[in-house]
């Protein structure tokens, strides 16, 4: 990272790499880890290893340590951040192929990236959660599919939100996330205290992707992706 203000690393991560990666990458999980892969079926457990590999990969290399050393601690509400980090800061999301890990120097960060919901899902979503604005976004004119992407993306600036503030989703009902990418959420209500700039990641195929920095100086977005070779 290069240290600019506002500057956050978002990697791409094909959950779906050989079946040789999946077991190279088992290798680097803790018990913790290992025991909740344990218990998923199949395609599942292969993609939260290599979710929690290539995450342990690159942060293991930020902080220059082994990844299997990399430790992690909870806050309040569950969120992973790394242990003895220094001002490194950790947000991942996965959702089936495709994960996003965020990370940010001395700033809370939040990630969240999503599959597009089948529309009238999300339209009863958003008629029962969303503030009217956002409603009223979501069910402009255009294809299925448009209101689709519109509400998903809406929900992945949610989410991202309530990650960076380490908050929980309820909260965030009642703060609007619309508009144009940056988003300013100056007034975040219940989810926690001052602003926090909110932007969409660019992501391949039928998925939308958000990442939130606490504090209002501009967000810059640093697309990668995750090789794993």
């Excluded at 999503?114 to 956002?134: C, D, G, K």
């Amino acid at each position: 990272m290069s240290g600019a203000p506002g500057e956050v690393e978002c990697w791409l991560i094909d959950t779906g790499p050989p079946a040789e990666v999946v077991a190279d990458l088992w290798q680097l999980l803790d018990p913790e880890e290992r025991a909740r892969a344990d218990g998923m079926d199949p395609v599942l457990r292969d993609r939260f290893t290599v979710v929690r590999g290539a995450v342990r990969r690159v942060v293991g290399a930020r902080l220059g340590r082994p990844p299997a050393g990399v430790r992690w601690q909870r806050g309040p509400n569950g969120k992973p951040e790394a242990a003895d980090a220094g001002g490194l800061r950790v947000s991942w999301s996965a959702s089936g192929e495709l994960a996003v890990l965020a990370l940010a120097e001395q700033r809370a960060v939040g990630v969240d990236v999503e599959r597009l919901h089948e529309v009238r899902t999300a339209e009863r979503m958003a008629a029962r959660w969303f503030p009217f604005e956002e409603q009223r976004f979501v069910a402009e004119p255009g294809e299925p599919s448009e209101r689709a992407a519109r509400f998903t993306g809406l929900w992945c600036r949610r989410e991202a939100c309530v990650k960076a503030y380490g908050g929980r989703l309820a909260q965030s009902f009642g703060v609007s996330v619309v508009g144009p990418s940056p988003v300013l959420v100056a007034d975040p209500g219940g989810l926690g205290v001052g602003p926090a700039t909110v932007c969409d990641v660019p992501v391949p195929g039928p998925f939308r992707a958000a990442v939130a920095l606490l504090g209002e100086s501009p967000l810059h977005v640093n697309p990668l992706v995750w090789q794993s070779s």
